[in-house]
């Protein structure tokens, strides 16, 4: 059972920037940011291979947020630059430990969400 924290939500004003943070009970294989937006369905925002850094963005966000994550702190990051009135929604963490899930896009643990706000 791997449990994972998120942290660094908050409101910021369009063009501005955050950082989330995502902290992992133990051993991933693969990592993602997805985000759920009131009365919309959940978006995939990046994923990430824990062993090789292979990361990959959904269309909305490429060149604008950076999916890192850090082995030693177990510790998943997404960087938010330039940020966007429509990248407010929640953001969740998930996470897989196996690499059958991680191929095809199974994430079998998730996280509480953290909450961003982007003000126009």
């Known amino acids: 059972q791997v449990q994972l924290v998120e942290s660094g939500g908050g409101s910021v004003q369009a063009g501005g920037s955050l950082r989330l943070s995502c902290a992992a009970s133990?051993?991933?294989?693969?990592m993602a940011w997805f985000r759920q937006a009131s009365g919309k369905e959940r978006e995939k925002v990046a994923t990430?291979?824990?062993?090789?850094?292979?990361?990959e963005y959904g269309d909305s966000v490429k060149g604008r947020f950076t999916i890192s994550h850090d082995n030693a702190k177990s510790t998943l990051y997404l960087q938010m630059n330039s940020l966007k009135p429509e990248d407010t929604a929640m953001y969740f963490c998930a996470a897989s430990v196996a690499y059958t899930a991680c191929s095809f896009g199974r994430y079998n643990y998730w996280g509480q969400g953290t909450q961003v706000t982007v003000s126009s």
């Open positions: 133990g051993y991933t294989y693969c």
């Open positions: 990430i291979s824990t062993g090789t850094l292979r990361t």
